[in-house]
Nanobody, 123 residues
Framework: QVQLVESGGGLVQAGDSLRLSCAAS????????MGWFRQAPGKEREFVAA????????NYADSVKGRFTVSRDNAKNTVYRQMNGLKPEDTAVYYC????????????????WGQGTQVTVSS
């Protein structure tokens, strides 16, 4: 059974930093591209970032470029996202996902999803 478990969310103030983790089990982690998405209240889920199998390539949404960094540790079956300079508009439930395609894969082509972790940024 594949499981993706996000952690590290919480309530922070604007300008703060936060690091999210997503631990994977039940799959051969190194074979999967890992992505981060988010869903704000009343909005559709949107792409945030993705990282290739070997961590050699990354892809970021324009809204987070320069503030968010995605990384992974294949030995620990874990993908991370460092978020700096958080803004109130970053408030959302953040999900990690896994796909066998590439870092530009659309949301509907992801194979597995975590349950999400809430990030709330106060102004």
């Amino acid at each position: 059974q594949v499981q993706l478990v996000e952690s590290g969310g919480g309530l922070v103030q604007a300008g703060d930093s936060l690091r999210l983790s997503c631990a994977a089990s039940g799959l051969t982690f190194r074979l999967y591209v890992m992505g981060w998405f988010r869903q704000a209240p009343g909005k559709e889920r949107e792409f945030v970032a993705a990282i290739s199998r070997s961590a050699g390539s990354t892809n970021y949404a324009d809204s987070v470029k320069g503030r968010f960094t995605v990384s992974r540790d294949n030995a620990k079956n874990t993908v991370y996202r460092q978020m700096n300079g958080l803004k109130p508009e970053d408030t959302a439930v953040y999900y990690c996902g896994a796909n066998r395609l590439n870092i530009k894969t659309t949301m509907n082509q992801y194979d597995y999803w975590g349950q999400g972790t809430q990030v709330t940024v106060s102004s």
